[in-house]
């Protein structure tokens, strides 16, 4: 049989794996690299394939009737669909997309020539696959509840530098999703999905990095199929060395183990009884190659990673990777103190137990899945950027456990008074007509009433994050999912003597192309309801509350500078919270009802917002009880 003649494109970092088997695929006579596409040379050692950066041509001339595709994940789709319309067959590395959309490209030029898209997803050649499904189909393990996935490499820094794509979540524009998840542990959640049919009912990632990159080094996702069966896939580039990745199926009579880098299946039963089976594997290449030249079924054609790339677009719509504070980390640095190596002590253990219990790393108690701010070295708050809320609750990033030095809580989260009150954030009860303080919407001549208008603020990327306190980006979105606003928080920790400061400040800025109106229950009739803006609410368990520089009614709708709050725990620690504005708004004050401090951004008359708004309040967190004249002294000082 004539050898295929088989084009390469990109033939540099994964591209040499290729080259080395075209190499032998050539000495057996069943293949011919033909042409080599790449925008550098190649020194190749057999053969004397033509080089050129322009695919289509280069096909043209080579009359390749495979190209294999081994480039920057968000060059994918117009390589292949080149490949494609110029009469070649396509082998197309994974991920095989950066979007749906770009996904929906390939299928449509597949089905268009009529020719095969095989993505090289290598383990999915594997005959463990469909012996694995078979002993599920089967009932071999019981009924499933689910399937876990770990993986935790060792990955040198110069690993996110090696080329301008890689640990980047877009370049130039363009979509590249180069995370954990999506690239070299794709094949973990690509097995994962092989090993369980049906569409895909909801997708939840949390997405980490230790090193300085854009994209995830350390994530997990939870995917939920339509008929409740639950795959979760936790991994890590940040181990002290490489652990081989698994999948364990949980049955409830036995358990299955794939190490799908080995082909190996390891079945537990109830009575004792283990069995360790390790299967053939079919190269995907070979594959593609059978199938066009007998007709041999391809083993990953494209639409069997239609799951996979929703997967991907779940990622790539998530909120930007979670920074890990140094503290959590073992670093390793050179001669010169540059960074060598990032790692995560028992980062291997950590995905096992995710595998082990189908949870998010945020389940297993993990220190760094929280942002926590610390005074010295002392832990004073932890903020929630992603809160899993019901949409009444107007979803939004809070701090929350704030606390004095001496370990007094001053925030309280979700009180039954008002299950909407997030601890210490900024709440705006009507923002062009969307609620962003949560629960009931204030109607004139009705009162409270529930509406469906409830927005969401979210967490999209912190631009800084230390011990001290953060910089975050925030999208305001309303009811209907239009993106109204964005904000920059910048929220920052301040020892001061015996006690501490927390400096909030935002800029919220208008998104909708015309003035952004913001309205409180005061301006639409509800006398001295002007809530929104910057609002905390403390304890309502505390005792013996009182305000200064005068009592609830003094305090409530007046401009002065500062205001303070005490109370006293249920342990009769007393606390005070010493306010300080930048500007002159009304504050607004709840005593005797529930303790709560916040702006009053709309106080009898709406707010017009043209362009931004910016708004500024630091608050002394404080053990014991003031008296006027030391609470003075420190809103001085703020």
Same mark, same amino acid.
């Given at each position: 049989?004539?050898?295929?003649?088989?084009?390469?494109?990109?033939?540099? /970092?994964?591209?040499?794996?290729?080259?080395?088997?075209?190499?032998?695929?050539?000495?057996?006579?069943?293949?011919?690299?033909?042409?080599?596409?790449?925008?550098?040379?190649?020194?190749? /050692?057999?053969?004397?394939?033509?080089?050129?950066? @322009?695919?289509?041509?280069?096909?043209?001339?080579?009359?390749?009737?495979?190209?294999?595709?081994?480039?920057?994940?968000?060059?994918?789709?117009?390589?292949?669909?080149?490949?494609?319309?110029?009469?070649?067959?396509?082998?197309?590395?994974?991920?095989?997309?950066?979007?749906?959309?770009?996904?929906?490209?390939?299928?449509?030029?597949?089905?268009?020539?009529?020719?095969?898209?095989?993505?090289?997803?290598?383990?999915?050649?594997?005959?463990?696959?469909?012996?694995?499904?078979?002993?599920?189909?089967?009932?071999?393990?019981?009924?499933?509840?689910?399937?876990?996935?770990?993986?935790?490499?060792?990955?040198?820094?110069?690993?996110?530098?090696?080329?301008?794509?890689?640990?980047?979540?877009?370049?130039? /524009?363009?979509?590249?999703?180069?995370?954990?998840?999506? &690239?070299?542990?794709?094949?973990?959640?690509?097995?994962?999905?092989?090993?369980?049919? /049906?569409?895909?009912?909801?997708?939840?990632?949390?997405?980490?990095?230790? &090193?300085?990159?854009?994209?995830?080094?350390?994530?997990?996702?939870?995917?939920?199929?339509?008929?409740?069966?639950?795959?979760?896939?936790?991994?890590?580039?940040?181990?002290?060395?490489?652990?081989?990745?698994?999948? #364990?199926?949980?049955? @409830?009579?036995?358990? +299955?183990?794939?190490?799908?880098?080995?082909?190996?299946?390891?079945?537990?039963?109830?009575?004792?009884?283990?069995?360790?089976?390790?299967?053939?594997?079919?190269?995907?290449?070979?594959?593609?190659?059978?199938?066009?030249?007998?007709?041999?079924?391809?083993?990953?054609?494209?639409?069997?990673?239609?799951?996979?790339?929703?997967?991907?677009?779940?990622?790539?719509?998530?909120?930007?990777?979670?920074?890990?504070?140094?503290?959590?980390?073992?670093?390793?640095?050179?001669?010169?103190?540059?960074?060598?190596? *990032?790692?995560?002590?028992?980062?291997?253990?950590?995905?096992?137990?995710?595998?082990?219990?189908?949870?998010?790393?945020?389940?297993?108690?993990?220190?760094?899945?929280?942002?926590?701010?610390?005074?010295?070295?002392?832990?004073?708050?932890?903020?929630?950027?992603?809160?899993?809320?019901?949409?009444?609750?107007?979803?939004?990033?809070?701090?929350?456990?704030?606390?004095?030095?001496?370990?007094?809580?001053?925030?309280?989260?979700?009180?039954?008074?008002? #299950?909407?009150?997030?601890?210490?954030?900024?709440?705006?009860?009507?923002?062009?007509?969307? &609620?962003?303080?949560?629960?009931?919407?204030?109607?004139?001549?009705?009162?409270?009433?529930?509406?469906?208008?409830?927005?969401?603020?979210?967490?999209?990327?912190?631009? *800084?994050?230390?011990?001290?306190?953060?910089?975050?980006?925030?999208?305001?979105?309303?009811?209907?999912?239009?993106?109204? +606003?964005?904000?920059?928080?910048?929220?920052?920790?301040?020892?001061?003597?015996?006690?501490?400061?927390?400096?909030?400040?935002?800029?919220?800025? &208008?998104?909708?192309?015309?003035?952004?109106?913001?309205?409180?229950?005061?301006?639409?009739?509800?006398?001295?309801?002007?809530?929104?803006?910057?609002?905390?609410? +403390?304890?309502?368990?505390?005792?013996?509350?009182?305000?200064?520089?005068?009592?609830?009614?003094?305090?409530?709708?007046?401009?002065?500078?500062?205001?303070?709050?005490?109370?006293? @725990?249920?342990?009769? *620690?007393?606390?005070?919270?010493?306010?300080?504005?930048?500007?002159?708004?009304?504050?607004?004050?709840?005593?005797?009802?529930?303790?709560?401090?916040?702006?009053?951004?709309?106080?009898?008359?709406?707010?017009?917002?043209?362009?931004?708004?910016?708004?500024?309040?630091?608050?002394?967190?404080?053990?014991?009880?003031?008296?006027?004249?030391?609470?003075?002294?420190?809103?001085?000082?703020?």
């Amino acid at each position: 049989m004539t050898p295929a003649r088989i084009v390469l494109a990109g033939a540099h /970092g994964h591209g040499q794996h290729h080259l080395r088997q075209l190499h032998l695929l050539s000495d057996s006579g069943v293949a011919e690299l033909a042409g080599i596409c790449d925008v550098r040379p190649v020194e190749v /050692g057999f053969g004397a394939p033509l080089q050129s950066s @322009d695919l289509r041509e280069l096909i043209a001339k080579t009359g390749a009737e495979i190209t294999i595709i081994c480039t920057p994940i968000h060059t994918h789709a117009d390589l292949a669909v080149t490949a494609l319309h110029a009469g070649s067959h396509v082998l197309l590395e994974k991920p095989p997309a950066a979007t749906p959309e770009a996904h929906q490209r390939i299928a449509a030029a597949v089905a268009e020539t009529g020719l095969a898209c095989q993505v090289g997803f290598q383990s999915l050649g594997s005959a463990a696959i469909p012996a694995l499904r078979e002993l599920i189909a089967s009932g071999g393990l019981g009924r499933v509840r689910g399937i876990g996935g770990a993986g935790a490499w060792e990955r040198p820094a110069s690993y996110f530098t090696r080329s301008a794509w890689s640990g980047r979540r877009r370049l130039d /524009g363009a979509d590249v999703v180069d995370g954990a998840l999506t &690239n070299p542990f794709a094949h973990a959640v690509a097995t994962a999905l092989a090993l369980a049919d /049906g569409p895909i009912a909801e997708i939840e990632t949390e997405l980490y990095r230790a &090193n300085t990159i854009e994209s995830d080094d350390t994530s997990c996702v939870r995917i939920r199929l339509d008929d409740g069966l639950v795959l979760t896939v936790a991994v890590s580039l940040c181990a002290p060395e490489r652990h081989e990745p698994y999948l #364990v199926v949980h049955g @409830d009579a036995g358990r +299955a183990t794939l190490v799908y880098t080995q082909d190996s299946v390891k079945v537990e039963l109830p009575d004792g009884s283990v069995t360790t089976t390790v299967y053939d594997r079919t190269d995907l290449l070979e594959n593609l190659l059978d199938h066009v030249r007998t007709g041999t079924p391809l083993l990953v054609p494209l639409a069997r990673t239609e799951t996979f790339t929703q997967v991907l677009d779940a990622v790539r719509l998530a909120p930007e990777p979670l920074p890990i504070a140094e503290r959590h980390q073992e670093v390793e640095r050179d001669g010169g103190g540059e960074v060598v190596r *990032r790692v995560l002590p028992g980062i291997a253990g950590l995905t096992a137990r995710s595998t082990e219990r189908l949870a998010l790393y945020s389940e297993l108690d993990v220190p760094w899945t929280r942002v926590e701010l610390l005074a010295g070295d002392r832990p004073v708050a932890r903020y929630e950027t992603r809160p899993g809320l019901p949409a009444t609750d107007s979803p939004r990033p809070y701090l929350h456990r704030v606390r004095t030095l001496g370990g007094v809580e001053v925030t309280e989260v979700r009180p039954e008074d008002h #299950v909407h009150h997030l601890g210490a954030g900024v709440a705006i009860a009507d923002l062009g007509g969307a &609620n962003f303080w949560g629960g009931r919407t204030y109607v004139r001549d009705q009162g409270p009433t529930w509406l469906d208008d409830h927005g969401v603020q979210r967490h999209v990327a912190f631009s *800084r994050l230390h011990d001290d306190g953060f910089v975050e980006q925030l999208e305001w979105i309303g009811p209907g999912g239009g993106l109204m +606003a964005r904000e920059e928080r910048t929220v920052t920790v301040r020892p001061l003597q015996d006690a501490w400061a927390l400096d909030f400040a935002f800029t919220l800025t &208008n998104l909708t192309g015309a003035p952004l109106e913001i309205n409180s229950s005061a301006t639409k009739g509800r006398a001295g309801a002007g809530y929104g803006g910057f609002f905390w609410r +403390a304890p309502g368990a505390s005792t013996a509350r009182t305000t200064l520089p005068g009592d609830e009614r003094a305090v409530h709708g007046s401009r002065d500078r500062w205001i303070a709050m005490s109370g006293t @725990d249920a342990a009769g *620690r007393d606390w005070t919270l010493v306010f300080a504005q930048d500007g002159d708004d009304p504050w607004f004050v709840r005593v005797e009802e529930y303790p709560g401090v916040g702006q009053a951004l709309a106080w009898d008359r709406p707010l017009l917002v043209e362009d931004t708004l910016t708004r500024r309040v630091v608050t002394a967190v404080v053990d014991g009880r003031l008296d006027h004249a030391a609470a003075a002294a420190l809103a001085g000082g703020l």
